[in-house]
C-alpha cells in the first residue's frame, strides 16, 4: 500500500507499507508526474519501515516509467529512503551509482524528519540547495 504523504509542493513523499502493488504505483507516478509538472525538479522520500515487497505487477510498470524517463533524471534531484533493512540501504545504495545524477541515500528508522528536510533541500526550479 501507498500514503501520499504531507510535503512542499516540490516534494514527492509517500510511505509503503506491505506489498506495493501496480495500483500503489500508479497512484506515486500521478502524483510524480503532478509535481513535476509543476517544478523543473523535485526531491523524493520514501518512508520504507512498514514495506514488505512488490508485485511482479509493480515491478513492470516501474522498468516502464523508468525506462520512459530516459534523459529526464535529473529531474529528480534528491531520493531520501528510510529503512531499517539493511537490504533496503543496500540497493539505495547501489541505486546512487546507477544515477549519478539523482542524490540518493538512505537514513535509518529514527531519522525520517531529516530525511524529509533533505529531500526538501532542493530547489525547485533549478539545482540542489546543498551538498550531499
Partial sequence: MIEILPAPPHVAAYRFTGTLTAEDHDRCIQDL??????????GIYCDMRGFTGVTPAAVGRDLRYTLGKIGQFDRFARG??????????????????????IEIRSFGEDEAEQAMAWAAAVDPDGTAADDR
Fill in 33 to 42: 508526474e503532478a509535481r513535476l509538472a509543476g517544478h523543473r525538479r523535485i
Fill in 80 to 101: 531520501a529512503v528510510v529503512t531499517g533493512r539493511q537490504w533496503l540501504a543496500s540497493v539505495t545504495d547501489f541505486a546512487a551509482r546507477f544515477f549519478p545524477q
